[in-house]
């Protein structure tokens, strides 16, 4: 075990100082600890989000929250919302709309109703549909919960109420030993066998179920939270491309003006937004995962991953980082700092993209396998082609081989030899059979995929549909 | 009358919305009891409890699929540790689930993977667990049955016979031999199963999440081998149920509660998401076989059905879902000569168990896809064909029952016809055909009879309500409904509520509906069956006009000297069951509906999208039309994921998704809003009309689906769920 720690945070109003694991959950933190049981596990793995709370005003799920990142955040559960005129006024409109039956979840969509309005107080149906995408009920079908959100944004509109917009709370902290605010002292907790933590939505998942079936192989509770150190938390573009520090939210990512599209459609596919909130692309790279959604893009815009440890830092590219499913090149005193690509030309007509995700369910949706393209045609030659596939293969699929041989290429060579292109790409597809789906679809429908990507990117068929 | 005024009762809060409207002042929408709490995170479910002193309790499950107990090792436990195992069961080691065979741990034998084999009671939840993850067992293996087709045992063996099939069979000019499969699929509560047990001075206490007080207290009876007065079950706010609650909750109820004898203490047991999804039955996959015969005019004159369905390793009340199945075998639509043979299949499976519609979903998708098939086959639209063989007032069910009452599918039709523009989506794709995106649209038909089966709800539950007036002020009295019926989500609380302040002329808020204490209440029967507005509320009716007056001829009630009236179920004479042959009137009274499913298919990853969901349905009267188009819709979205989304695999008898990460419920993006509306035909059994409402909605949106699917794809869906992969696989 490890030594104790002490994380210190509001919530609702009140300072609480908690000496708990680094690892634990703050739903647990929140209900055990705290005391406050409005706040509750569907599911403990980030599907359900009846465990939903506001961390700095956004929306995260409890669950996959590890204590050591609360440090000095601002949390709102539904007990501390509940004695809010919004909130009388958003639970009137669950009444009155019919949208409360078990009310299991009920908490969870009142918390992801006040983060939708709170920044978006005239939402489309759309909107709303996306920010309550990750909170799931078994009993109304959704139908009535949308009319209540509906009816809560009239009501508020009519009582002329605004949110609070809540911002991260910007005292300045001390840095403790399990959150460094310098690089050197986050590798010193690395040589002393701490693990980064950034994010958690996936690790912590994971380890709690592994706490509960297997305590012996849970390891400690050893994690550090890399938010205090500062060159983790930019983003900025500088000379054509794009860096994102290793502790930006996916979302902030997604609302970065200098986001590429192609790489914001990818983003935008994972997870709910209480996910998004709190994953980040630097937790989505080093779990390593075949199926990470971000990684095809990665691979296209030939990412690097800007490290730092105990001999230097590094520049790796994405290709060469990470090695299989769950490995990668990143050394146990080594942290990812950012990741920075060049920002790909976005000249009007020339340029076109595609990311198809195939997932499981239309929300909160893990890959059976996706594709990613990105592509110039200048008069019916393709002048650049890249392409990448993921879940098909133990790591990102891109070949080379391929997009050197479709690069030059006029409509009428592309024609005239995609069978060989689709043999290249059939020779690396090595899927697997999985709870989530078979070896033999994945394979023929990335092979479909690509196929209609070709015929796209190399105006073969203009008039197929593309709105994808 | 003595309270008069009671036109301001209701809170008419709820403003209709559009297309909305209601035929009788009864279905006029209220503000539901319990939704300020819920909102609010205040109300309390098992999970949020906590007693002094108390345990926890985890289960040890078998990680094998069929095999001979040869040794259980167990560490060292510290103190205050206890392993429970089925030895401590004094009356047996058996829950009462219908049938009396299912174990609360394994024995000798494990029959099926994730069977407990004992669990470990302790202070601390994590020692718990680690102490469970360090009990190994030592195994000797033996062959398993995964699926039906292997199954060659079987618990029940049914034969009905409807008219002359033999000699329909013989004159036929065509047959047809198809065969439907439906999958496994889990109820997905969002609470998951929950129960604390309390063992003071010889009395059992038992708090938790629960559809069912009375199954949970008489199985504890038994197997603890106590007396009715030592028990005392509570339910607390459940978070979802759909059949889920209804039979395993006896299980983890007789578990905590053996640990809390053996140690004295108050014993705690919430399951985990993946060891809910693990341990608990789940609705019965079936393979249905219909040979249907055709004679030369055309007309469908005989079906011959061969209904299995996995009942898993323990039959539990997997008998009463197989009736359910082959009583409506031939789904809304009148077949004049039928044989229908249904078997429960006896697996190494977990046993499965009761979801909303309990066999219904099962025999609707096969009857509504074989109708569809021989509308593709015979070359009439779909439409065309159903309707030809709807069920209409007088016709004969399988079980030879009469449908005494008005059926009105004419008025359904065409409601649905203006909602959703069926026939002309139909035409307009089937013109198309070919065009992407594949586009489709598709109709079912289906029935569901409320309560228990035949005189069930007179012999078997013997269904007791009381009432209980008491004064609240000087002049005023409340009234208790003292039901074992229990909210868990569907609005009982409110609608039983509404029924007795209708009755008694009294406001809503002076009808009291407590959470549901065997203590208290007397045994109105389980909350199943979609009979607790049908039967129950009928009950309450009665006993409420009773009780007024008993008031109003005599001195007002006192706090001291309340006045009660009971009232007990006594099945029309009208209706004739004959239970050993299954002949008669298998059920009081049926609810009607149709369903219009309209989809789009992505031809290169055939990925389904439901575009559009329409349904009409004959619930009788709504007793709270807010209240029942919420079942409608929430039941609706159970059945579009039983179709497409829910994929629950046995990969060696072991579920292969055991999370909601690989277990994929629909979300809010999955669909758009689901459309119904309701047509007025009142059920003159039936409080104010009503009749049963809330598994129908899972019966018939499957097979709309799987019809939509088969127009967008050119091919005849035959098993659900319909994932892309079978789509690939089928058109590649």
Known sequence: ?468 | MRNPGWAKSYLFKVPLSAGESYVHRISKAVIRDDAADKSSGKAKYLSDLRLPGMLYLVVKPADIQHARVLNIYIPKLPENYTVITGKDFKGQNRATIIAEDWPFFAEDEVLYYGQPLLAVAGPELDICEELCSKITAEYEGLPAVSTIEEAQEFFNDFHIVKGEPEQAFKNAALTFDNAYRTGMQEQAYMEPQAMIADFQNGMLTVQGSMQCPYYVKNSLMNALALNADKVRVIQTVTGGAFGGKEDFPSILAGQAAAAAIKTGRPVKVVLDRRLDMQLTPKRHPSLIQIRTAVDQEGQITAMDIDCRIDAGAYQTLSAVVLERAIFICTGAYNIKNVHVRGRTMKTNHIPSGAFRGFGGPQAHFAADMNMHFLAHTLGIPPLELKKKYLYRQGDHSVTNGTFRDQIKFNEMIEKIEEASEYSSKWEEYNRKAGSRPYKGVGISFAAHGGAFTGSGEQDIIKSLVRLSAESAASDEYIVRVLVSNVEMGQGASTTLRKIVAEAMHLPLERIIFNQSDTSEVPDSGPTVASRTIMIVGKLLHDAAKDLLQKIDSGPLPTKEKPIETGKRYVHPQEFEWDESTFTGDAYPGYSWSVNVVEVEVDPLTYVTKVIGSWAVYDVGTPIDIQIVKGQMQGGTAQSLGYAYLEKMEMSNGRPAQLSFTDYTIPTTLDFPDLQCRFIDNPYRLGPYGAKAAGELPNIGPAAAFAAAVSQATGTIITAIPVTPEKLEAELR
């Open chain 1, 1 to 468: 075990m490890s030594p104790p720690f002490t994380v210190d945070f509001e919530i609702d109003g009140r300072s609480v100082s908690l000496e708990t694991r680094p690892d634990r959950r703050l739903l647990d933190l929140i209900r055990e600890d705290v005391g406050i049981t409005g706040v509750r596990e569907g599911c403990g793995g980030g599907e359900c989000g009846a465990c939903s709370v506001l961390l700095d005003g956004r929306l995260i799920n409890s669950c996959c929250m590890p204590a050591v990142q609360m440090k000095g955040c601002n949390i709102t559960t539904i007990d501390g919302f509940a004695k809010t005129e919004e909130f009388t006024l958003i639970a009137d409109a669950f009444a009155e709309a019919g949208a409360v039956q078990c009310g299991f979840c009920t908490p969870g969509f009142i918390m992801a109703t006040a983060a939708l309005l709170s920044h978006n107080p005239r939402p489309t149906d759309e909107d709303i549909r996306t920010g309550l995408s990750g909170i799931l009920c078994r009993c109304t079908g959704y139908t009535m919960v949308i009319e209540a959100v509906k009816i809560a944004v009239e009501k508020l509109a009519a009582a002329d109420l605004q949110f609070n917009q809540q911002t991260p709370t910007s005292k300045t902290m001390k840095a403790t030993s399990l959150s460094p605010q310098t690089i050197a002292d986050a590798i010193r907790l690395l040589n002393q066998g701490y693990r980064p933590v950034a994010g958690g939505t996936d690790l912590i998942v994971r380890r709690h179920a592994l706490l509960k079936s297997e305590p012996k192989n849970a390891g400690t509770g050893n994690l550090f939270s890399c938010r205090q150190i500062v060159e983790t938390n930019r983003m900025y573009q500088e000379n054509g491309r794009l860096n994102i520090g290793s502790s930006v939210s996916l979302t902030d990512i997604i609302g970065f003006p200098g986001c590429p599209p192609l790489l914001r459609k990818a983003l935008s596919s994972i997870g709910s937004p209480g996910i998004r909130n709190a994953a980040t692309l630097a937790g989505n790279i080093c779990n390593a995962g075949p199926a990470a959604d971000s990684l095809p893009v990665l691979y296209l815009l030939n990412a690097k991953i800007h490290t730092s440890g105990g001999s230097g830092t590094r520049d790796i590219s994405i290709e060469d980082f990470i090695t299989g499913p769950g490995r990668t090149l990143l050394q146990p005193d080594e942290l990812v700092l950012s990741i920075c690509f060049k920002i790909p030309d976005e000249a009007a007509g020339e340029h076109g993209w595609i990311f198809k995700k195939v997932g499981t369910r239309a929300a909160n949706a893990l890959s059976k396998l996706s594709v990613a393209a990105l592509w110039k045609n200048a008069n019916n030659t393709l002048t650049d082609f890249r392409l990448a596939i993921g879940a098909c293969a133990p790591t990102v699929i891109r070949s080379f081989e391929a997009e050197q041989l479709i690069i030059g290429s006029t409509t009428r060579e592309l024609e005239q030899h995609l069978p060989q292109y689709l043999a290249v790409y059939g020779k690396l597809i090595r899927p697997i059979d999985d709870q989530r789906s078979t070896a033999a679809y994945r394979k023929n429908t990335a092979l479909k995929l690509i196929e209609h990507i070709i015929k796209t990117a190399g105006n073969i068929h203009r008039n197929e549909n593309k709105k994808w």
